[in-house]
């Protein structure tokens, strides 16, 4: 079905050489290949971004490595990271000396099985389900009022004029 000519049209070409294919819709925009590399684009889109924006990309992997020492999130995580990896570098060692040692039935004693872990990974899945929905409410109410601010803002805007 071909729209009326008074419509805006989308036309839709393929590198094939097909036949362009006409839908209604509001813009006018033909999508046809781009002959534009990564880089142009990724210029254009910048022309309108901050330019005191600076993203990282995967080049900058030797900065990443040697800016870690000052990186102040490690250094918040640093102490229970460490006494956790102790932790299980101990039981490890201790597991292994009890194999080693021929005390099999004191190593057999410390494996938990597969329950406890399913039944913990069941409960940190629910728990992430749940941050995210309540996330995800934190931020329709946040854009709810930033609405309500912007019509405000229209309103008082059209009493002035």
Not at 20 to 43: G, K, Q
Not at 67 to 80: K, N, V
Request: hydrophobic share 35%; glycine share 4%.
């Amino acid at each position: 079905i071909r729209p009326s000519p008074s419509r805006r049209e989308v036309t839709l070409s393929y590198s094939t050489g097909s036949d362009p294919i006409a839908v209604s819709s509001s813009p006018t925009l033909s999508t046809a290949f781009s002959p534009f590399s990564t880089e142009d684009l990724d210029n254009q889109i910048d022309t309108y971004a901050d330019p005191n924006d600076k993203r990282y990309s995967a080049s900058d992997w030797a900065h990443n490595m040697l800016s870690l020492p000052y990186s102040t999130i490690l250094h918040e995580i640093r102490g229970p990271v460490g006494w956790i990896t102790a932790w299980s570098t101990l039981v490890s060692l201790t597991y292994k000396m009890c194999q080693w040692n021929g005390m099999q039935s004191l190593a057999h004693k410390m494996c938990l099985g597969p329950t406890p872990h399913s039944l913990i990974a069941s409960s940190i899945g629910l728990l992430l389900v749940f941050r995210t929905n309540s996330a995800y409410q934190r931020f329709t109410e946040g854009r709810k009022t930033w609405e309500q601010i912007l019509n405000t803002c229209r309103d008082i805007t059209r009493m002035t004029s």
